[in-house]
């Protein structure tokens, strides 16, 4: 079999499985979306329907009607921006301080960050639950937001990326006289807007999708977030009306969608940039 043959059969194979994998990720989507214009009827029946046969956009306005649907998107608008900025700021400041700073035992401290890393969230739910709950921050957006605004992850991916910049230009910054704040906003930063764009866009999506810890938070509508505030569309008599619950998940996934379209190129270069030197 001749080099260009085993070219052409590779990149078939490689295109067939990106075929594969975007109908993998595509399908629940689209699912979804039809999902949210049919009638309860076409939702259970089986076998499963794909179409509508008749479409019912009056799902959207149940599911923005029956719960306060604009409350709980505020909610979340605010609890995933202040979440995002501070795990932002603090992430980009911890990894240059552990890159180009000198203390004692930052090693020690990295590797904190690493085993921090490896520790599900859940564990730490009960103790976290007890301290807000004697704190009285229960139903409060500082009880949901103070102990989310851990960033492990960030510090870790700031820190390899600022790693990898080449040192020539921060000791000729240094040889200017750049300070430590000069240094960070003049030279690293600007040349670490991918990683950023990277660090942020996955911040946000985690903190727009964050249900447990919010769930726990929130007693009642005035701090629950989308993810917790639908479950109110859902019935509790086993005939639950799928087609608001889809409408609703539709909307909710829709702000998130085109974000992550408009700078999933920057996402992508910015998860890469440290994997090459040179």
Request: aromatic residues 12%; charged residues 10%.
């Amino acid at each position: 079999m001749s080099e260009s043959t085993k070219t052409r059969i590779a990149t078939v194979c490689g295109y067939a499985a990106m075929v594969a994998v975007v109908l993998i990720v595509a399908l629940p989507l689209v699912w979804i979306l039809l999902a949210s214009f049919k009638d309860r009827s076409e939702i259970y029946v089986q076998p499963a329907v794909w179409w509508p046969s008749t479409w019912h956009p009056e799902n959207y306005t149940e599911a923005t009607t029956s719960v306060p649907f604009w409350q709980f998107l505020r909610n979340s608008i605010i609890v995933t921006g202040i979440l995002t900025a501070a795990k932002f700021v603090l992430g980009v400041l911890s990894a240059y301080g552990l890159v180009f700073l000198r203390f004692p035992f930052k090693n020690v401290v990295f590797i904190m960050i690493i085993a921090a890393l490896m520790v599900p969230n859940q564990i730490t739910v009960i103790t976290n639950y007890s301290l807000v709950a004697q704190l009285g921050f229960r139903n409060t957006f500082i009880g949901i937001i103070v102990p989310l605004a851990g960033v492990a992850f960030g510090t870790f991916l700031m820190r390899n990326h600022f790693l990898s910049i080449p040192g020539e230009i921060i000791e000729a910054a240094r040889m200017d006289g750049a300070g430590h704040l000069r240094l960070l906003l003049r030279v690293v930063l600007p040349i670490s807007i991918p990683t950023m764009v990277a660090f942020a866009l996955i911040t946000l999506v985690n903190e727009w999708n964050e249900y447990l810890w919010p769930f726990l938070m929130a007693d009642d509508y005035s701090v629950a977030t989308l993810p917790v505030g639908l479950t109110q569309l859902q019935n509790n008599d086993g005939v639950t009306n799928w087609g608001p619950v889809m409408a609703a998940t539709v909307l909710a996934m829709l702000p998130i969608l085109v974000v992550f379209l408009v700078l999933q190129r920057q996402m992508i270069k910015g998860l890469t940039s440290g994997a090459v030197k040179g």
